[in-house]
């Protein structure tokens, strides 16, 4: 599958088949996780990998219920916890370096892309969840400081593929040498 092919298919999958996923399938994942290039390269990410259906229970109540994928969380086969390790990304002997603060939201967030993009490469759909208690989840895994949830990702076959969204154009949001509102 083509790069450009790929990020246009891809799509936000709340449904899943109850087939699993393979160790091979998700060993794909995890290598496309950590080939993600990374501030200074501190790869800052730190991923729990949930298969089991009570801890995925456990982690579904830290979702409001009108979050579109709560049941996504306890359905999928696996639950991707995405994880960030706080003053790496962004700092040079201990100190923040950018004017936005801690990288790690970044990073991860590119790790995050990497992990949804080899799943759809394989066949598999996935959903970014990012409205949920982030400090529930770390108590539910144990967590440690100076360690933050991120996002959940649910890794499973999609019951089904939807259409895509409506996508701006280019000529919508891309400027040449300045910007122009």
Not at 11 to 32: G, H, M, T, W, Y
Not at 110 to 139: M, P, W, Y
């Amino acid at each position: 599958m083509e790069l450009l092919e790929a990020v246009r298919a891809r799509r936000a999958i709340r449904k899943f088949k109850s087939d699993p996923v393979s160790k091979e399938q998700l060993n794909v994942i995890l290598e496309a996780i950590r080939w993600t290039p990374s501030w200074a390269n501190t790869q800052c990410w730190e991923i729990v990998v949930v298969k089991d259906k009570g801890v995925k229970e456990k982690i579904a109540t830290a979702l409001p219920p009108t979050n579109p994928a709560l049941k996504a969380i306890t359905d999928a086969p696996v639950v991707l916890v995405m994880c960030g390790k706080k003053g790496l990304a962004g700092f040079k002997k201990g100190e923040v370096t950018t004017d936005k603060g801690d990288w790690f939201m970044f990073d991860v967030g590119a790790a995050t892309l990497n992990a949804c993009l080899a799943a759809h490469a394989q066949g598999l759909g996935s959903v970014i969840v990012g409205l949920f208690d982030a400090k529930k989840v770390e108590r539910i895994l144990g967590v440690p400081e100076g360690v933050s949830v991120v996002s959940l990702v649910p890794v499973g076959v999609p019951e089904k593929i939807p259409e895509g969204p409506k996508r701006k154009l280019l000529s919508e949001f891309v400027f040449e040498d300045h910007y122009q509102s």
